[in-house]
């Protein structure tokens, strides 16, 4: 059993580059109950997040082998998790006629596939039959119904809580100086003579001294990202730009232009509209932030309390790496 592991270990922590091998070679990885998870169960999930991992990590092969193989612990737990719940369902005395799991299956079917004919042919390329996923279906359905039941139906967060929390992190809520700018931005090929962009830059400059819009001179002159936005960059702090910008905008007062500011590869005219000093957030504008905050916490709380539960009166058998 360990030598299959270490195969199937691999084969998660590589990237899945024995697939073929994976697939061929299965053990047991876990025992719930009477409810088996296989190795294969939890790669093939464990591959679903495999690829964003490769592209975040890809270049530092020992994180991306770790991150991998946590991705692959995380779902092997989430599994026993998963049938700890429906066998608590099946023992605990639960009445869940037939006729319920077919109507929230047509609803469900109704919302995503539009009919039953466009899910028999999801399903025929997938090689699942339809028995396989009304029962897949029907396992979610009940999961997600004991965990309303057992923990999100449990949650209670008082405005004094919400309060308390608020004043214990109010760093957590800090915002530091922001400007709201418009910018036109004069892109010039590196290692060559920037005389011609300049004297453009210094044209813009007049006509904007002489009363000419700043918003339509971006519109038609400006080479930035933000152009079709007539140059606005909304509202930034001082970390967003580089430090030749950031030490002539937060200089500026509402209303205020900058002269041309000559970087390597660019010259730029910032029009400062409008500034906020730093400050922390009132409680008002971060009530719904703190409140996601600690249903979060409290959800994740009462889950682990319900699974340790769950798990002293089940026989469980893990079979590690």
Not at 207 to 234: C, P, T
Not at 265 to 286: P, Q
Request: net charge negative; hydrophobic share 35%; with cysteine.
């Amino acid at each position: 059993m360990k030598f299959l592991c270490a195969i199937l270990a691999v084969a998660t922590v590589m990237g899945f580059g024995f697939r073929t091998q994976a697939e061929v070679v299965n053990g047991i990885n876990a025992i719930v109950h009477d409810s088996i998870i296989t190795y294969q169960e939890v790669q093939i999930l464990t591959e679903t997040y495999a690829e964003d991992l490769r592209r975040q990590y890809g270049d530092n092969q020992s994180v991306l082998e770790q991150k991998l193989l946590d991705a692959y612990k995380q779902n092997l737990e989430g599994l026993v998790e998963r049938q700890l719940v429906l066998h608590e369902f099946e023992t605990a005395g639960y009445n869940l006629p037939e006729s319920i799991i077919d109507e929230q299956l047509q609803e469900y079917i109704k919302n995503k596939y539009v009919d039953r004919v466009t899910l028999t042919k999801t399903l025929q390329q997938q090689g699942m039959t339809f028995e396989k996923f009304r029962r897949q279906f029907k396992e979610k359905f009940i999961y997600d119904q004991m965990n309303y039941q057992n923990i999100s139906k449990q949650i209670m967060i008082s405005p004094h809580k919400v309060e308390a929390y608020y004043l214990d992190h109010k760093d957590d809520f800090k915002e530091e100086d922001k400007v709201k700018l418009r910018m036109i931005v004069l892109t010039n090929a590196p290692e060559t003579d920037t005389t011609q962009t300049r004297k453009l830059g210094e044209e813009i400059l007049t006509k904007l001294k002489g009363g000419a819009s700043f918003a339509e001179m971006a519109s038609i002159y400006s080479q930035g990202s933000q152009k079709s936005q007539q140059g606005e960059w909304d509202w930034v702090d001082k970390s967003v730009l580089r430090k030749e910008l950031a030490d002539v905008a937060f200089t500026l007062k509402p209303g205020e232009m900058s002269g041309i500011i000559e970087t390597p590869g660019a010259f730029y005219i910032m029009l400062v509209e409008d500034k906020k000093t730093a400050h922390v957030r009132d409680l008002s504008e971060v009530r719904d932030d703190v409140e996601k905050i600690l249903l979060a916490k409290e959800r994740t709380r009462l889950q682990q309390q319900w699974t340790e539960k769950l798990r002293k009166k089940t026989f469980i058998r893990e079979f590690p790496f």
